[in-house]
């Protein structure tokens, strides 16, 4: 699976953004898609994750009633809708996914994930 990252950009504190990954054409069936971001300087950290067959979605809990991720199967895309903007947000935001289902307890470790997008910037500053 191909995925195309999209949505990033520059944001003042408090804003909101939207962030789209669309995958390459075909049925969107992996069970797994999650966020990850890269702060400058840091490692890859976990962002949030939704499976297609356990109903909750997960989030990291800097991001958690901040963010929120989605999927439509239909147009083959997920989204994470960004809310409440904070400086400590700006990060290379990486989108990724399982073909098959994993424990919820591992959806935040990045090696478990078959494929990833290339990334989109996502800066908040004033």
């Known amino acids: 699976v191909q995925l195309q990252a999209s949505g990033g950009g520059l944001v003042q504190p408090g804003g909101s953004l939207r962030l789209s990954c669309k995958a390459s054409s075909g049925t969107f069936s992996n069970d797994l898609t999650g966020w990850f971001r890269q702060p400058p300087g840091k490692e890859r950290e976990f962002v949030a994750a939704?499976?297609?067959?356990?109903?909750?979605?997960s989030y990291a809990d800097s991001v958690k009633g901040r963010f929120t991720i989605s999927r439509d199967s239909a147009k083959n895309t997920i989204y994470l809708q960004m809310d409440t903007l904070k400086p400590e947000d700006t990060a290379v935001y990486f989108c990724a996914v399982r073909k098959v289902r994993l424990v919820r307890s591992s959806w935040s470790e990045p090696h478990h994930y078959d494929s990833w997008g290339q990334g989109t910037q996502v800066t908040v500053s004033s």
């Open positions: 939704i499976s297609r067959t356990h109903g909750i979605p």
